[in-house]
């Protein structure tokens, strides 16, 4: 296993995410608060790049008492990447498949991270 220096933690804001090449593979690096993920910038639906979506926290809609929507919401807790091409989303912390984060098969593939003396690493 390959430690990868990837950036200053400064480099990179909350919610922030940063694609880096390493030989062949891409890697997206996300930031949420103080905690750093890495992973691989494929997603598992048809290859697209998802490290390259938007950021989005959790949506969910808000349904009254006789059944009907309300509007959306956001849970500021859960935040989600959006694969650019097909709209899957898929939690960072996780990398699970948010449309059905039982199943392992839609998942994102990850790498660790690592933070020493303000600088982020991912091992590959």
Request: include cysteine.
């Amino acid at each position: 296993m390959r430690t990868i220096r990837v950036c200053q933690t400064d480099d990179l804001a909350d919610q922030g995410k940063l694609v880096v090449e390493v030989g062949d593979l891409q890697i997206g690096v996300f930031r949420l608060g103080d905690e750093f993920f890495a992973w691989k910038n494929r997603c598992p639906h048809q290859g697209g790049p998802v490290c390259q979506g938007r950021i989005y926290n959790k949506v969910f809609e808000k349904i009254d008492a006789e059944q009907k929507s309300r509007g959306r919401d956001y849970d500021a807790g859960v935040t989600h990447i959006v694969c650019p091409w097909h709209g899957l989303e898929f939690d960072i912390r996780t990398g699970k498949f948010a449309g059905a984060s039982d199943k392992d098969i839609m998942n994102l593939d990850g790498y660790p991270t690592q933070v020493q003396d303000g600088e982020v690493y991912v091992l590959v």
